[in-house]
């Protein structure tokens, strides 16, 4: 009998624990009313002390696949220093700026372990202009190619990292809802409107680059726009 992601996490700490496996977290669309059952991917956090092994990674999100029967389960260690200090240590925290996890942090939903508190870790907030300012270097990076992506998946990652930025902006402006593609879009403003449909869009088609390419117009205007603004 297939687990529950939930059951399946708590085997995982049960297993990892004196490897330095501290607490599993859920987050991402698993939490928002984007998830779509058998379809959406499921993501999870393993906050670890610096003893365990990034090797460890990959290993645990087999176990996870095979233990729940999704075939996307992603699972990423961070390391509870690298929201202490900021230094980057695994791939997670070399992805999302370990300012930027801090400020998803009270929307992750706790399963097992130490049940963490924003007080637990010593880095500094940042607003969210800070954010955005970090989130416009990503999409810098990402058109260079400086900033990794999958194969075939820059056009996704930007579209992503884009979503985040209209995200921070409208938290800015005082909505209290946890990111998701359709909250961004329903609280968007008349100037992020086109934007996050066109994101929306492009996500229901499962990320399909021919639609990413008829909207790259509409992106590169507001880019363009925010760039003037707040860099």
Same mark, same amino acid.
């Given at each position: 009998? %297939? %687990? ?6 708590? !085997?995982?700490?049960?297993?990892? %624990?004196? $490897? ?13 009313? =984007?998830?779509?059952? *058998?379809?959406?991917? #499921? /993501?999870? @956090?393993?906050?670890?002390?610096? &003893?365990?092994? #990034?090797?460890?990674?990959? !290993? @645990?999100?087999?176990?996870?696949? &095979?233990?729940?029967?999704?075939? $996307? ?8 220093? &690298?929201? =202490?200090? *900021? ?8 992805? #999302? ?22 007080? /637990? ?5 940042? /607003? ?5 300012? @970090?989130?416009?270097?990503? +999409?810098?990076? @990402? !058109? ?12 996704? +990652? ?15 402006? *005082? ?15 008349? !100037?992020? %409107? ?13 990320? /399909? ?14 880019? =363009? ?7």
């Amino acid at each position: 009998m %297939k %687990k529950t992601p939930e059951q399946a996490l708590e !085997e995982i700490f049960d297993e990892y %624990k004196d $490897q330095g496996l501290i607490s599993l977290y859920l987050y991402g669309s698993i939490l928002t009313k =984007d998830y779509i059952e *058998g379809a959406s991917d #499921i /993501d999870s @956090i393993g906050f670890a002390t610096e &003893e365990m092994s #990034i090797t460890l990674e990959n !290993e @645990i999100k087999n176990k996870l696949c &095979e233990k729940t029967g999704f075939e $996307q389960f992603g699972f990423r260690l961070l390391y509870k220093s &690298e929201l =202490d200090t *900021g230094v980057i240590k695994g791939n997670l925290a070399s992805f #999302i700026h370990p300012q930027l996890l801090l400020l998803d942090f009270p929307h992750w939903k706790y399963v097992i372990g130490k049940n963490f508190l924003r007080s /637990d870790f010593l880095l500094v907030d940042i /607003d969210a202009i800070g954010a955005v300012k @970090i989130r416009l270097d990503h +999409l810098v990076r @990402i !058109e260079n190619e400086s900033f990794k992506t999958h194969p075939g998946g820059k056009h996704i +990652l930007f579209l992503k990292v884009l979503a985040r930025i209209m995200f921070h902006l409208q938290k800015e402006r *005082g909505c209290n809802d946890p990111f998701s593609y359709s909250s961004v879009f329903s609280n968007s403003n008349e !100037e992020e %409107k086109p934007v996050a449909e066109a994101i929306l869009n492009c996500k229901k088609s499962k990320w /399909d680059e021919s639609m990413f390419k008829e909207n790259v117009t509409i992106y590169k205007n507001y880019i =363009d726009t925010l760039r003037s603004r707040y860099l």
